[in-house]
């Protein structure tokens, strides 16, 4: 396997320090390769390589820009399988979601920026004896960190609108599953990529992320992760006046009406509560179900979440890999044994899975817990693990309470096919995105970000470009 390097003005090179991080297979918890143990030194002479590039990548026409991110998209999807797997051992994720999903939408975005910004337009003003238009430049260089839930897909979905606004960039993957940003920036290398236009540090987020948060001649950060990273991150931008964007922690609901499509409620509640072990930032961990329904769903829906397969990520037929981290499974074992003492039961799972030859990996069985109410810790804090909680409603009004009694408002996900009442939650949910009947379904040009503690701004479509552009009004009297 190959030791990932930084990616630094155009070559792949080892930190400053030399030192670099273990890197662990999930499935095995076993070291499986290391990473750069990057410091501020190397996140300067990334913005040294940014800065350098910048004048001539801003110059480009907007069809070479675009030429290279459809070129970088086109190899993506070449090295479909060699991404998919490495994403697998890296992040423990079934090989069969990296394929079908994780790879597949890292192209996406490199694609669909390359194109969008093609028709990216500004506007102008008519004020009879003088005309306004407004101009949007790119920022300068730009800082972009991310998450190990989603690895390259989240990565990518920062980079590629940076890019094709004209930035340079300083990335910084997440040091939990580093992998699949070297093997793009060895992409990056192969397509051309001119030198110092994007630059990817490798290493911890206290060092690699505060010293791209904090440094002056970074414009703007687009962080994905935690609320309380999050947090960090504006305290240091805001006296520096960096522009930022946030994309937060959820505690998703799940509000299942007895008038839905039952089947197709059912298998979609299986993906959004346990598709990649529960650690998807969109995962519905909080389900209400309609009184009348709430026993045969209870029933069901343990009953599927049983004859889910847990085990080795790589074979094509494994639907829960392993947790991500060592840390990450305690925390959410933590989390279980807290539902016990808030009185909840435990339905199915709630206990750790020791596959065989994977001993040492780090499963834990889907598990479905009821009987807590909604403001203890478990329905209140984000566990981002394969763990929902199910609860009864009686009226529209309380489910509507219940889905917004959190600090949470990333996304919210409704089952009904009474249209009116579908309406009036999608008005009244307090979520940056609201699902009806369905859940995940993705569109790059809609505008995605939460509310509450789960965002600042929004990214996808031309929210992301106008994110990493400035606007200027340019004002001309003509009378
Ligand atoms: P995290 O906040 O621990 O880390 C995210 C990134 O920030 C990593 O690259 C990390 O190294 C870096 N970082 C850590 N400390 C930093 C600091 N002081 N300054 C700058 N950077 C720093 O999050 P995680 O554990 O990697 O990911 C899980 C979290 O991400 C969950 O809360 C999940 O909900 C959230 N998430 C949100 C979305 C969304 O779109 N809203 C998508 C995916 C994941």
């Given at each position: 396997?190959?030791?990932?390097?930084?990616?630094?003005?155009g070559?792949?090179?080892?930190?400053?320090?030399?030192?670099?991080?273990?890197?662990?297979?999930?499935?095995?918890?076993?070291?499986?390769?290391?990473?750069?143990?990057?410091?501020?030194?190397?996140?300067?002479?990334?913005?040294d390589?940014?800065?350098?590039?910048?004048?001539?990548?801003?110059?480009?026409?907007?069809?070479?820009r675009?030429?290279?991110?459809?070129?970088?998209?086109?190899?993506?999807?070449e090295?479909?399988?060699?991404?998919?797997?490495?994403?697998?051992?890296?992040?423990?994720?079934?090989v069969?979601?990296?394929?079908?999903?994780?790879?597949p939408?890292?192209?996406a975005?490199?694609?669909?920026?390359?194109?969008?910004?093609?028709?990216?337009a500004?506007?102008?003003?008519?004020?009879?004896?003088?005309?306004?238009?407004?101009?949007?430049?790119?920022?300068?260089?730009?800082?972009?960190?991310?998450?190990?839930?989603?690895?390259?897909?989240?990565?990518?979905?920062?980079?590629?609108?940076?890019?094709?606004?004209?930035?340079?960039?300083?990335?910084?993957?997440?040091?939990?599953t580093?992998?699949?940003?070297?093997?793009?920036?060895?992409?990056?290398?192969?397509?051309?990529?001119?030198?110092?236009?994007?630059?990817?540090?490798?290493?911890?987020?206290?060092?690699?992320?505060?010293?791209?948060?904090?440094?002056?001649?970074?414009?703007?950060?687009?962080?994905?992760?935690?609320?309380?990273?999050?947090?960090?991150?504006?305290?240091?931008?805001?006296?520096?006046?960096?522009?930022?964007?946030?994309?937060?922690?959820?505690?998703?609901?799940?509000?299942?009406?007895?008038?839905?499509?039952?089947?197709?409620?059912?298998?979609?509640?299986?993906?959004?509560?346990?598709?990649?072990?529960?650690?998807?930032?969109?995962?519905?961990?909080?389900?209400?179900?309609?009184?009348?329904?709430?026993?045969?769903?209870?029933?069901?829906?343990?009953?599927?979440?049983?004859?889910?397969?847990?085990?080795?990520?790589?074979?094509?037929?494994?639907?829960?890999?392993?947790?991500?981290?060592?840390?990450?499974?305690?925390?959410?074992?933590?989390?279980?044994?807290?539902?016990?003492e808030?009185?909840?039961?435990?339905?199915?799972?709630?206990?750790?899975?020791?596959?065989?030859?994977?001993?040492?990996?780090?499963?834990?069985?889907?598990?479905?817990?009821?009987?807590?109410?909604?403001?203890?810790?478990?329905?209140?804090?984000e566990?981002?693990?394969?763990?929902?909680?199910?609860?009864?409603?009686?009226?529209?009004?309380?489910?509507?309470?219940?889905?917004?009694?959190?600090?949470?408002?990333?996304?919210?996900t409704?089952?009904?096919?009474?249209?009116?009442?579908?309406?009036r939650?999608?008005k009244?949910?307090?979520?940056?995105?609201?699902?009806?009947?369905?859940?995940?379904?993705?569109?790059?040009?809609?505008?995605?970000?939460?509310?509450?503690?789960?965002?600042?701004?929004?990214?996808?479509?031309?929210d992301?470009?106008?994110?990493?552009?400035?606007q200027k009004?340019?004002?001309?009297d003509?009378?």
């Amino acid at each position: 396997m190959s030791v990932i390097l930084n990616y630094i003005n155009g070559r792949l090179q080892q930190a400053e320090s030399k030192e670099t991080l273990e890197v662990i297979n999930p499935s095995t918890g076993k070291i499986y390769t290391s990473a750069p143990s990057s410091d501020h030194r190397d996140v300067e002479s990334a913005v040294d390589a940014a800065r350098a590039a910048f004048p001539a990548w801003s110059a480009l026409s907007i069809d070479e820009r675009s030429r290279y991110m459809i070129n970088i998209a086109d190899k993506i999807e070449e090295r479909l399988d060699v991404l998919a797997i490495a994403e697998s051992i890296d992040n423990g994720k079934p090989v069969k979601l990296a394929r079908a999903v994780d790879i597949p939408r890292g192209a996406a975005n490199f694609r669909f920026f390359g194109n969008a910004i093609t028709q990216f337009a500004s506007e102008s003003h008519d004020m009879g004896t003088a005309i306004n238009y407004t101009l949007r430049q790119a920022l300068g260089v730009v800082g972009c960190i991310s998450p190990w839930n989603l690895p390259l897909y989240l990565f990518s979905w920062k980079i590629a609108p940076a890019l094709a606004a004209g930035n340079t960039v300083v990335a910084k993957p997440s040091e939990v599953t580093p992998m699949t940003a070297f093997l793009l920036s060895e992409i990056c290398i192969e397509v051309g990529l001119p030198a110092g236009v994007l630059n990817i540090v490798h290493g911890v987020g206290e060092k690699v992320g505060a010293s791209l948060t904090s440094h002056p001649k970074v414009k703007a950060i687009s962080f994905t992760g935690s609320t309380r990273v999050g947090g960090e991150i504006a305290k240091v931008a805001a006296p520096l006046f960096k522009k930022i964007s946030l994309e937060m922690g959820g505690k998703n609901p799940n509000i299942i009406f007895a008038d839905c499509d039952y089947e197709k409620m059912l298998n979609t509640t299986l993906k959004s509560s346990f598709a990649n072990q529960g650690q998807i930032c969109l995962c519905g961990s909080r389900i209400y179900v309609e009184r009348s329904i709430y026993e045969k769903f209870k029933t069901n829906f343990v009953a599927r979440a049983k004859l889910l397969k847990i085990g080795d990520p790589l074979l094509p037929d494994t639907n829960i890999g392993a947790i991500v981290s060592k840390v990450h499974y305690e925390k959410i074992l933590s989390y279980i044994s807290i539902a016990k003492e808030e009185g909840g039961r435990v339905l199915c799972g709630g206990s750790t899975i020791h596959p065989e030859g994977l001993e040492e990996g780090f499963y834990i069985a889907p598990t479905i817990i009821e009987g807590l109410s909604n403001h203890c810790r478990t329905n209140q804090e984000e566990i981002f693990g394969p763990v929902v909680t199910i609860m009864p409603f009686d009226t529209e009004e309380e489910a509507l309470h219940l889905s917004n009694g959190t600090d949470y408002g990333l996304s919210a996900t409704l089952w009904t096919s009474n249209l009116t009442r579908a309406h009036r939650f999608a008005k009244e949910l307090e979520a940056g995105i609201v699902w009806v009947n369905t859940w995940l379904m993705r569109d790059l040009r809609t505008p995605f970000g939460g509310v509450k503690k789960s965002g600042v701004g929004r990214e996808g479509g031309y929210d992301a470009l106008k994110f990493f552009t400035e606007q200027k009004n340019v004002c001309i009297d003509f009378s």
